[in-house]
């Protein structure tokens, strides 16, 4: 899987109703000081770099940047920076090691943007169908591969109510996680589910 096939270059819109748009957009060096920000705080403990200087950030994510099996993006929602995406090719990356990498495989890993003072309601939800509907936009995307923290309590309902079939956990060298996938068939299934059950949320509130 070559470069292209990871970096799309185009803004990539999508719309949740009841949040907002989002947008998606190739990470800049400009983004650097600000996904520093986010990264180094103590929600961010399961990402790995709270002890990070803005050297080393900037250091990981121009090397993302680079790469022919990275690619790392920024998202905003109404215009508000909203999460940090990257994506890879795990046929490059350790997680390979530890289960059969097949064509069409997109791994990736997200960190919302620290809560405002009013929490969106649904809003993480929101961003994984972002995420999803982005990656499978891709045609040659057939499934996406995530390895979470075991310990990561409130990433697992996420995940699972996204259409993410955990599997077993996997040992890596920095992290024991769950090894977790999402076909494009159980994405679309689990967008039917919620599209529907926000209709009926709504028919009830209204009789």
Same mark, same amino acid.
């Given at each position: 899987?070559?470069?292209?096939?990871?970096?799309?270059?185009?803004? $990539?819109?999508?719309?949740?109703?009841?949040? @907002?748009?989002f947008?998606?957009?190739? =990470?800049?060096? +400009?983004?650097?000081? =600000?996904?520093? !920000?986010?990264?180094?705080? !103590?929600?961010?403990s399961?990402?790995?770099?709270?002890? #990070?200087? =803005?050297? #080393?950030?900037?250091?990981?994510?121009?090397?993302?940047?680079?790469?022919? /099996?990275?690619?790392p993006?920024?998202?905003?929602?109404n @215009?508000?920076?909203? &999460?940090?995406l !990257?994506t890879y090719?795990? %046929?490059?990356?350790e997680?390979?090691? /530890?289960?059969?990498?097949?064509?069409? *495989?997109r791994?990736?890993h &997200?960190?919302? %943007?620290?809560?405002a %003072?009013?929490?969106?309601?649904?809003?993480?939800?929101?961003?994984? #169908?972002?995420?999803?509907?982005f990656? &499978? +936009?891709? *045609?040659q995307?057939?499934r996406?591969?995530?390895?979470?923290?075991?310990?990561?309590e409130?990433? /697992?309902?996420?995940n699972?109510? %996204? @259409?993410?079939?955990y599997?077993?956990?996997?040992? =890596?060298?920095?992290?024991?996680?769950?090894?977790?996938?999402?076909?494009?068939?159980?994405? #679309?299934?689990?967008?039917? $589910?919620? !599209?529907?059950?926000?209709a009926?949320?709504c028919?009830?509130?209204? +009789?």
């Amino acid at each position: 899987m070559s470069c292209p096939d990871l970096l799309i270059t185009t803004p $990539f819109r999508y719309t949740v109703d009841g949040i @907002g748009e989002f947008v998606i957009l190739p =990470l800049g060096r +400009s983004d650097i000081p =600000l996904v520093h !920000e986010w990264v180094t705080t !103590e929600r961010a403990s399961f990402w790995g770099m709270q002890n #990070q200087t =803005l050297a #080393q950030v900037d250091a990981v994510y121009q090397s993302q940047i680079d790469s022919a /099996h990275h690619a790392p993006y920024m998202a905003f929602c109404n @215009g508000k920076p909203a &999460f940090l995406l !990257e994506t890879y090719d795990p %046929a490059h990356d350790e997680l390979g090691e /530890h289960y059969q990498v097949l064509p069409g *495989d997109r791994g990736m890993h &997200f960190l919302v %943007a620290p809560v405002a %003072a009013s929490p969106v309601h649904g809003f993480s939800r929101a961003v994984m #169908q972002t995420i999803l509907a982005f990656l &499978f +936009s891709d *045609d040659q995307v057939t499934r996406i591969v995530v390895e979470p923290d075991v310990r990561n309590e409130k990433i /697992h309902p996420l995940n699972r109510a %996204a @259409g993410f079939e955990y599997l077993r956990t996997v040992e =890596l060298s920095y992290k024991t996680a769950w090894l977790a996938v999402c076909q494009r068939q159980q994405f #679309q299934e689990s967008q039917r $589910f919620h !599209e529907s059950s926000s209709a009926q949320f709504c028919m009830e509130t209204a +009789s």
